[in-house]
């Protein structure tokens, strides 16, 4: 079993800045691809950016030039840095990760999101 705990979000100001953590834990071969998915009321939950294991990146188009994924191998840990925080960035974000937990097992796990409310 692999368990992924999300932290750091919160409350900020329109402008502002936070840093979501994830922390995987448990029976892991290897992390495949990690990300982050947002998920805002009445609306399905979307992602916002990812990295793979040599540290590849992809964005969401709206969070472009704004929000930064990075990762530590060494301790099975991804960041996602945002700033220029805007109103429509508030939603539940979520981690993601692909894991390999066999030797050719691969299996998706999710965390249970942490909040993060940008006010106007």
């Known amino acids: 079993q692999v368990h992924l705990v999300e932290s750091g979000g919160g409350l900020v100001q329109a402008g502002g800045s936070l840093r979501l953590s994830c922390a995987a834990s448990?029976?892991?071969?290897?992390?495949?691809?990690m990300g982050w998915y947002r998920q805002a009321p009445g609306k399905e939950r979307e992602l916002t950016a990812e990295i793979t294991s040599g540290g590849g990146t992809d964005y969401a188009d709206s969070v472009k030039g704004r929000f930064t994924i990075s990762r530590d191998n060494t301790k099975n840990t991804m960041y996602l840095q945002m700033n220029s925080l805007k109103p429509e960035d508030t939603a539940v974000y979520y981690c993601n990760a692909v894991v390999q937990v066999g030797f050719s097992t691969l299996n998706t796990y999710w965390g249970k999101g942490t909040q993060v409310t940008v006010s106007s």
């Open positions: 448990g029976s892991i071969f290897s992390i495949m691809v």
